[in-house]
């Protein structure tokens, strides 16, 4: 369940807050065809399962940026900041893909309040978001996303 603030001033001074784990996401093959399908990366070691099957990973695993594309799904189930006439996505800092995600397994986000601050009359918040493999010590990715609210 996310963690919730009333108004985009209530971020300030709360930078190292933890956010909850999401519920799990299961990745399966329909996904993973799918963003083949939109971004034209029909590589063999995502979509090929048979070929995969002797591949570096034992089998297929998910597109790199298709595991960064779920940050966006996680996010709001992290944190939910209410309040505000508007936000922006400003973009994204700090990628790093750490360890592949077989297709069949679950991931799940974490995330921590990284730094808030005032920038152009609205609240600037960045939030790293790990993205965690279910039974494995290395995440997938983590990724620091920055957001910015205008309050009302």
């Known amino acids: 369940m996310a963690v919730v603030f009333e108004k985009p001033a209530d971020l300030l001074g709360r930078e190292g807050t933890q956010l909850p ?3 799990w996401l299961p990745i399966d093959q329909d996904r993973v065809n799918g963003f083949a399908d939109v971004t034209g990366d029909h590589q063999w070691i ?3 399962v048979e070929r995969a ?4 990973f034992g089998g297929a695993i998910a597109h790199g940026y298709l595991t960064m594309s ?3 799904y996680f996010l709001p189930q992290l944190i939910e ?3 505000f006439a508007h936000a922006v ?4 800092d700090r990628l790093r893909f750490l360890s592949p995600v077989k297709v069949g397994s679950r991931i799940r986000g974490v995330g921590e309040i990284v730094s808030v601050s005032e920038v152009k009359g609205a609240i600037q918040s960045v939030v790293r978001v790990t993205v965690e493999i279910e039974g494995q010590d290395k995440p997938a990715c983590v990724l ?3 957001s910015r609210y205008f309050p009302e």
Not at 53 to 56: A, L, M
Not at 89 to 92: D, F, P, R, S, Y
């Open 53 to 56: 099957k002797d591949g570096p």
């Open 81 to 83: 900041v209410r309040g």
């Open 21 to 23: 784990p999401t519920e």
């Open 144 to 146: 620091d996303t920055i």
């Open 70 to 72: 779920l940050v966006n």
């Open 89 to 92: 996505n400003v973009g994204a």
């Open 46 to 48: 995502h979509v090929d």
